[in-house]
């Protein structure tokens, strides 16, 4: 069974609609007991990465993530919680990935920050990306990043000189995507089925 975790960040619907598509069984829940003993969790997030921090620190939640020992999968601020430190209210994240999340600063008028839309995957290093060939297309809504770290497995590029970010992060159990693989289309939805299956 697969545990959304409810935090009060929003985008869950989308996750919640991605999953029914693949026929796969999931629940909402805040409970760390319920988190604890799921097959696998998802933590979505849209928002303000120092807020969303807080609520899981308040909560308890962010210990529990820490504990876990079955796939995890971060998406969008989701990712950035999981992060050493987010530029986005300068707090400390949850540290499970080594990386600061950094805002973009746009270096021609063409940058358009938040990055929004549709870009590319490239250098995928991870079962996560079965059946995915570089240069697929996946979806993105954000204006805070993981620079390129120990934990990127995959990448994409940013405005008009196109510097190089991470679009996927892997530690040990959790897995992360920047994009939003619930808004990508048939590639997100292979990305979902290979989560599932880890």
């Known amino acids: 069974m697969i545990a959304i975790i409810d935090y009060n960040t929003g985008n869950i619907h989308s996750v919640e609609n991605a999953l029914r598509r693949l026929g796969a069984e999931f629940f909402l829940t805040s409970n760390p007991d319920e988190i604890a003993k799921a097959d696998r969790v998802l933590l979505p997030g849209v928002g303000h990465a120092g807020e969303a921090i807080a ?36 707090v400390d994240g949850l540290g499970i990935f080594d990386a600061k999340v ?30 995915i060939d570089p ?7 954000h204006s805070y990043y993981a620079p390129l770290c120990p ?26 995507t920047q994009f939003h693989p619930e808004k990508s289309g048939d590639t997100g939805e292979k990305i979902l089925k290979n989560f599932l299956s880890l």
């Open 151 to 176: 934990d990127t497995i995959a990448t994409t590029r940013f405005g008009k000189e196109g510097f190089m970010f991470s679009a996927a992060l892997k530690y040990e159990n959790f897995y992360a």
């Open 135 to 141: 240069g697929e297309w996946v979806y993105y809504v």
């Open 55 to 90: 609520r899981l620190r308040e909560s308890g939640l962010a210990e529990t993530i820490r504990r876990l020992r079955h796939p995890l999968l971060g998406i969008c601020v989701g990712m950035q919680v999981l992060c050493r430190h987010t530029a986005e209210g300068d």
């Open 102 to 131: 950094c805002r973009f600063v746009s270096t021609s008028a063409d940058d358009k920050i938040p990055h929004m839309g549709w870009n590319t995957l490239a250098n995928m290093e991870s079962k996560l990306f079965k059946g």
